[in-house]
């Protein structure tokens, strides 16, 4: 295969493509284990960082489960909420009574699934648990409950996988550190 080259604001690969895909089956494989008695789950994938991560993700579960988005808008940059956020596209469908597992792409600050947490629960869900494939645990000013984690990353600026600086690298097969003079 022709390896292409790393874009010039890219520092270094921090995970490749086997690793993520490795640690992907793992989460499915544990979330379709814990979710077989039940049978059945809603996965709520959280725009636009989500996309790649879930996509991969709710094609390796064995177990049935309908797939919906939300929207979130923050003031400021990524990491820099304070804790300011606000739903901008709900999910299609009511949550009430069902399963929901909320899937994100990083976990930063808190803020973001803090807020998401509160707002579900107020639903009443018949279980609500959270899927985040990085987590940068320097950085968390609110504590927030993981129930499947991928990577433990540390506090870099990171791109690929549906990860974007200012909108662009989400496609990138990749998760790779930017470099600081970007
Ligand atoms: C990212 C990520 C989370 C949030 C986490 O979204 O997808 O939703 O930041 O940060 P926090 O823990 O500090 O709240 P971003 O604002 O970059 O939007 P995007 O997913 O549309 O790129």
Redesign the pocket.
């Known amino acids: 295969m022709n390896a292409r080259p790393l874009p010039k604001a890219v520092e270094r690969v921090l995970l490749d493509e086997e690793t993520i895909s490795r640690r992907v089956d793992e989460l499915a494989a544990q979330i379709s284990a814990d979710y077989a008695a039940v049978g059945e789950l809603v996965l709520v994938g959280?725009?636009?960082?989500?996309f790649i991560f879930l996509a991969d993700l709710s094609r390796r579960l064995t177990v049935s489960h309908a797939v919906d988005f939300i929207?979130?808008s923050?003031y400021g940059?990524?990491?820099e909420?304070g804790g300011a956020?606000r739903l901008i596209m709900d999910t299609r469908a009511p949550l009430t009574g069902r399963n929901v597992l909320i899937v994100?792409?990083?976990?930063?600050?808190?803020?973001?699934?803090?807020y998401l947490l509160r707002t579900f629960r107020a639903r009443q869900p018949a279980t609500l648990r959270t899927c985040v494939l990085l987590s940068k645990p320097q950085?968390r000013?609110v504590e927030v409950p993981v129930d499947y984690l991928g990577f433990e990353i540390p506090d870099v600026w990171v791109v690929g996988y549906?990860?974007?600086y200012a909108?662009k690298y989400?496609t990138l097969p990749y998760i790779a550190a930017l470099k600081r003079d970007r």
């Open positions: 959280v725009l636009k960082g989500s929207a979130l923050s940059d990524r990491g909420t956020v994100e792409d990083i976990l930063d600050t808190g803020y973001t699934l803090d950085r000013q549906g990860l974007d909108d989400r």
